[in-house]
């Protein structure tokens, strides 16, 4: 099967809807994730993610769509597109009487590639111990498992769902230099996650979900400049200013004051910190953590 040369790039959605009965998980869903990025797919549970995910495997057929996975329906030929993307799923479930290094040649022989000498790196990288076999792994072992597999497949495509569930500090930081690596080689990288800390630190660009339905979606530099800014003043004047800015719903720590202000409101917030006389005071874009919080504060009002 080729791929259709009207999709160029590596996923493309466009108007996608999954419904289950009289229940509309997905409404008219549009994502574009192009080569070369780690794109994060960010929301909460019941937002969509995973049945998203699950389209563009194959697994569930969508109701209504344009869906290509390099350049390929999944839901027509869901083989081919699995043989070129690496997934690791958010619930992890192996064979539990095979070894780690068992169930790696099961995966490998399933895709009909691999590369061992990069499977052989990745185990010592992950500090994993191929000869136990899966009951006695910890949750994050099996997690690694799943990593070793899809990183070290011969694949344009990743798509992680939660994929540091169960890991250490340290082996987060594993992977996070392994997905720097995929990318650096030409991959792409579908990352969904809840943490959002991690989304920030690796992610190029964003997609946040809500109800099925995409409510933000750009590169995170982009999101950043449409988000509100975090104004911080410091110093003897913060009690008169908690009156002032009540509008802004200040958050005040001792002699610290902090509230987040739209980007139109800055110039009357500034205006104001000017006349009470502050003087120790930044501004900072707003972190990922609070666009999206935004949304879903929006969304239970």
Not at 56 to 65: C, K, V
Not at 251 to 278: I, N, Q
Not at 282 to 288: N, T
């Amino acid at each position: 099967m080729s791929p259709d040369p009207t999709f160029t790039q590596p996923i493309e959605v466009r108007d996608l809807v999954k419904t289950f009965g009289q229940f509309r998980a997905l409404d008219g869903v549009d994502l574009t994730v192009t080569a070369g990025s780690v794109h994060g797919f960010l929301g909460p549970n019941g937002a969509g993610k995973s049945t998203t995910i699950r389209v563009l495997l194959g697994l569930y057929r969508a109701t209504s769509s344009h869906v290509r996975v390099l350049g390929l329906d999944p839901g027509a030929h869901p083989a081919e597109v699995t043989r070129q993307v690496s997934y690791v799923p958010g619930d992890v479930a192996l064979w539990p009487n095979l070894t780690g290094g068992q169930v790696l040649d099961v995966l490998g022989g399933l895709r009909g590639v691999r590369n061992r000498e990069r499977e052989r790196e990745l185990i010592d990288r992950f500090a994993l111990d191929p000869g136990k076999r899966v009951r006695s792994y910890s949750t994050g072992n099996r997690q690694k498992v799943m990593l070793i597999a899809a990183l070290a497949a011969p694949t344009p495509l990743l798509i992680l769902d939660e994929p540091t569930a169960g890991l250490d500090p340290l082996m987060e930081r594993v992977f996070s230099d392994c997905i720097h690596e995929a990318t650096a080689a030409g991959r792409t990288v579908l990352l969904s996650s809840h943490i959002l800390a991690e989304v920030e630190r690796l992610c190029t660009d964003v997609t946040i979900v809500r109800d099925g339905l995409i409510v933000e979606s750009g590169s995170l530099a982009h999101l950043r400049h449409l988000a509100a800014l975090d104004v911080t003043v410091t110093g003897p004047t913060v009690e008169v200013l908690v009156e002032d800015l009540r509008r802004w719903a200040p958050h005040r720590d001792g002699d610290t004051l902090t509230c987040e202000v739209d980007r139109a409101d800055l110039p009357e917030v500034l205006g104001r910190l000017a006349t009470a006389g502050a003087t120790d005071v930044s501004v900072v874009p707003a972190s990922l953590e609070s666009l999206f919080l935004r949304h879903y504060e929006v969304a239970a009002r």
